[in-house]
């Protein structure tokens, strides 16, 4: 190994191509390229240790409703409880106990690229999932606590197969078919809440841009609809839209 260019070393690398036996012989390689692509490598294996640990600890609550006796729990979150506009979003996700994407955790503390990547493997592998969707005027109508109990309920009806325990987000619901739990900061301690959460912020986020291309002078791509100073500055300068949820100050209050 010791005579193999540095940037081949470097490729096998970042494609998983050594054995441990090769890895060994490049510790005592003289070269600091060599080194520093050692340091690395055990950075990373490092962080993936650490967020193997994470990842299993977040399953403890889903453990504990297999020892139960329960078989399908699903993970229920959502998106879009604080914006001036849009809908808000609920998911709910049943995974396979085998479950593994290391990384996953509450969206928001995902960057896009990352929600969007995750949000793809993560419809590929669940057993089931739900996605619900309760537009702005809904809100108004019903207020955006209820109209977030709706959404979580649609969600969690869509399962099938349908799940037998339910953990949700901080929200709690009754007159489910089904045991439930509400945890607080769920999307950071239950790994099946923490897919819902991307299923519902990413498939939020897609309808902003979307409403975002029909009244772009809100800036709807950037802000997803919260109250950002230029939002409030635009509907000062425009008005609302019929995305706007009426009943949220200042919203409600400027229509006085």
């Known amino acids: 190994m010791e005579n193999r260019p540095i940037t ?3 490729t096998r690398f970042k494609e998983n191509q050594l054995t441990a036996h090769e890895i060994a012989l ?12 050692i340091k690395a490598y055990e950075k990373k294996k490092l962080k993936e240790k650490e967020l193997e640990i994470l990842q299993e600890k977040m399953f403890t609550y889903e453990r504990n409703s297999y020892a139960n006796g329960k078989t399908y729990v699903a993970g229920v979150d959502e998106a879009g409880r604080g914006p001036l506009a ?21 969206s928001k503390q995902l960057s896009e690229p990352k929600r969007e990547e995750f949000f793809e493997y993560i419809i590929e592998h669940a057993i089931s999932y739900g996605i619900s969707i309760v537009q702005n005027d809904v809100i108004d109508n019903i207020n955006i606590y209820e109209a977030t109990k709706l959404a979580m ?7 099938n197969p349908q799940a037998d325990h339910v953990l949700i987000d901080a929200v709690p619901l009754e007159g489910l078919t089904c045991s439930s739990e509400s945890i607080v900061k769920g999307d ?9 959460s991307i299923l ?19 800036d709807f ?8 100073k230029l939002h409030i500055d635009r509907l000062r300068e425009y008005g609302i839209s019929p995305y706007h949820r009426t009943s949220f100050a200042p919203i409600k209050d400027n229509l006085k």
């Open 8 to 10: 081949e070393i470097k």
């Open 26 to 37: 490049l510790r005592n390689d003289p070269r600091k390229g060599v080194q520093q692509i």
């Open 86 to 106: 849009g809908p808000v979003v609920a998911a709910a996700v049943i995974l396979p106990t085998d479950f593994k994407l290391l990384g996953l955790n509450d």
């Open 153 to 159: 309920r649609e969600a969690i009806a869509q399962l």
């Open 188 to 196: 950071a301690k239950s790994v099946s809440i923490a897919a819902a």
């Open 200 to 218: 519902a912020k990413v498939t939020r986020d897609r309808l902003m841009r979307e409403i975002h291309v029909e009244y772009p002078m809100y």
């Open 221 to 228: 791509a950037s802000n997803m609809g919260y109250g950002t």
